[in-house]
């Protein structure tokens, strides 16, 4: 995965934002590539596999770079089973005479509470190495300097407009514009649909780390 620093995005955003400071217009860059991130799902990659222990069920999430944090599981494996997502609700519904948070036997469910999180329902009987393996999408860290390239050569309009939709809409500075702000948040958000949308359509995710989404 090739990195470039959050400041290769300025010259598409300080230009347009009268007297930003440099350090606040980066701010505003790296937050909109989180959000891009957290709501189109384009970054993903399968995470390092994670060892089956007896009787627990509960698992953290890592993505493989530190920069990163994990969104959302796009599909996870016990061995060669499938897990099935479900809520807590249906769950229940499920073990409807039974407490399945205790429950042991072979994983078909998981259940999630946080996004760094994964519960096996059941627990697994034995303890197996590499047994877990989750696809995951993945997003930059708040605290973060860099991100990948792919953003910045693919999206670099999208992300610039997220930047100056924040930046437009933070009070009493020169560049204060709600009016504007508005008009970029909506560029914003149609690109967000549009990219995600194309996400979803099943586009190729084939590497077995970092996995873009090829538009043809």
């Known amino acids: 995965m090739t990195a470039v620093s959050y400041e290769v995005f300025l010259p598409e955003v300080m230009p347009y934002v009268q007297d930003v400071p440099e350090v606040v217009a980066v701010q505003a860059i790296r937050n909109a590539c989180i959000e891009f991130c957290e709501e189109t799902h384009y970054l993903q990659e399968s995470l390092d596999p994670i060892t089956g222990i007896v009787n627990i069920g509960l698992y953290d999430l890592d993505a493989n770079d530190s920069n990163y944090k994990v969104v959302e599981i796009m599909q996870a494996y016990y061995g060669d089973q499938l897990l099935i997502p479900k ?3 249906q769950l ?8 399945w948070e205790n429950l042991s036997g072979n994983p078909y469910y998981y259940f999630r509470t946080r996004a760094s999180e994964i519960r096996l329902v059941t627990k697994p ?11 995951a999408a ?7 300097t860099t991100v990948d390239d792919e953003l910045f050569e693919r999206f670099l309009e999208y992300i610039s407009y997220g930047a100056r939709a924040r930046l437009y809409n933070t009070p009493n500075q020169p560049y204060y514009d709600p009016k504007t702000s508005m008009e970029y948040t909506k560029r914003f958000y149609d690109a967000i649909g549009e990219v995600r949308t194309r996400v979803y359509k099943g586009l190729t995710r084939t590497s077995v780390n970092i996995e873009f989404q090829r538009f043809v």
């Not at 993945?138 to 973060?144: G, L, Q, T």
Request: glycine fraction near 0%; aromatic fraction near 4%.
């Open 87 to 89: 809520s807590q609700e």
């Open 92 to 99: 229940n519904q499920i073990y409807r005479t039974s407490n």
């Open 125 to 135: 009987t034995v303890t197996e190495a590499n047994k877990l393996n989750v696809k």
């Open 138 to 144: 993945i997003a930059p860290k708040r605290a973060s």
